[in-house]
Each structure stands twice: as structure tokens, then as C-alpha cells.
């Protein structure tokens, strides 16, 4: 019968599963640690802290995760690898546009162009709270530049008309599209509440 190497097949297709695996587990503890990063990113940059120490780490994280996956593209296009790396795009966008920098090129922070269109459809929720944020603190020129930031990004994002199979962004173009409408409502009648009080000081100046 024709089977001698049936042991040997068995043992190689064994080992390439057990090395696979032992790369998806340390890829796991990697993006844990991109997704931490990021998030602490965020926060910092709603703090007006210095994140820039913790973007360093977080894209040598990225680098090293990239150069680890070389031989597993397949593992590198996961949901689970991309949804770091769109979090980390987002406070990469976020920081560049509070900073007012050229935005980071993705192929420059070893991402992908998903990971990075998905990551500036989040944003756009970040910047609806810096501008609610600036509102709040009465400073409605400063709310009407992010509205106008979140409207900039907004039409790009819309450009991509793709199937959910090659990019899942309709979901985030529909919570994008909600929070622009409510964010210009909200700018919209903060810019009319600081004309009419112009106004009432100038007729008070007058009196």
C-alpha cells in the first residue's frame, strides 16, 4: 500500500500549525499593546499632553508586528491585526490635525489603506469632541475649524463605494454622516448665540 509517508506529510502540515499558532498568539499580545497605545494616545491628546514618546512605541510595535508576519500575510489582513492598526491610524490622524501637520502617510507607519481609511472614519468622532469641547469653553471659531476638518474627511471617506468584502466602511459612513449633522446643528447655533450677544453688547455699548 502505497502510505510510508503518510507519518511524514502528517508531521509537516503538524509542525507548520504549531509555528503558525505560536506567531498568532505573539501577534495577539502585540496588538493588545498597539490598541493600549493608541487609546493612551487619544486621551493624552484630549489632555494636550505630549503623546509623541508613546506614537514612537506604538509604531515600533507596528513595525516589529509587520516583520513578524512577513511569511503570514494571511494573519497580517485579519480582522484581528487590522482592527489595531485602524486604531492606531486614528490617533496618528487625530494628532496631526491638532498639531495642524500633514497627515501620516500610512505606507511611512507600515499599515494598510484599510486599516487607515477605517481609522479616518473614526476620527471624525474624535473631532466632533474637540469641537464640542471648544464649544464648551465658549470658543466657537476654534469648534467651526474641526467641524470644517470633520466635513474635509467626511467627503473623503465617501469616495470609497466598495463592498463590505473588501472594505467594511458603509457602517462607519452612516455614524460619520450622523455625527457631521449634528455636530454643524450644534456649531450652527453656537455661531448664532455669540452674533446675537455681539450684537446685544454693541446696543449696550451705545446706551
Excluded at 113 to 133: K, T, V, W
Excluded at 140 to 162: C, G, H, P, S, Y
Excluded at 191 to 202: C, G, T
Amino acid at each position: 500500500m502505497g502510505m510510508k509517508n503518510l507519518e511524514e506529510i502528517a508531521e509537516r502540515i503538524e509542525s507548520r500549525l504549531e509555528e503558525k499558532d505560536q506567531v498568532r498568539e505573539v501577534a495577539i499580545k502585540s496588538t493588545r499593546a498597539i490598541n493600549r497605545l493608541s487609546g493612551s494616545i487619544v486621551h493624552m491628546i484630549h489632555k494636550k499632553d505630549d503623546a509623541m514618546p508613546l506614537m514612537h512605541e506604538a509604531l515600533d510595535e507596528t513595525h516589529r508586528l509587520r516583520s513578524l508576519l512577513e511569511d503570514y500575510p494571511e494573519i497580517w489582513e485579519s480582522g484581528l491585526v487590522e482592527s489595531a492598526l485602524q486604531e492606531l491610524a486614528e490617533a496618528a490622524i487625530l494628532m496631526a490635525m491638532v498639531k495642524d501637520e500633514d497627515l501620516p502617510d500610512p505606507d511611512d507607519m507600515g499599515i494598510t489603506g484599510n486599516a487607515y481609511l477605517l481609522g479616518m472614519a473614526d476620527a471624525i468622532g474624535e473631532l466632533r469632541r474637540f469641537a464640542l469641547e471648544r464649544l464648551r469653553e465658549g470658543d466657537v471659531e476654534k469648534a467651526t475649524e474641526f467641524l470644517n476638518l470633520m466635513e474635509e474627511m467626511f467627503l473623503v471617506i465617501m469616495r470609497f463605494d466598495f463592498p463590505d468584502a473588501l472594505i467594511p466602511i458603509r457602517r462607519k459612513q452612516d455614524v460619520a454622516r450622523s455625527l457631521l449633522e449634528k455636530t454643524r446643528g450644534e456649531v450652527a447655533v453656537a455661531v448664532n448665540s455669540a452674533r446675537l450677544q455681539k450684537k446685544i453688547d454693541e446696543l449696550c455699548r451705545k446706551l
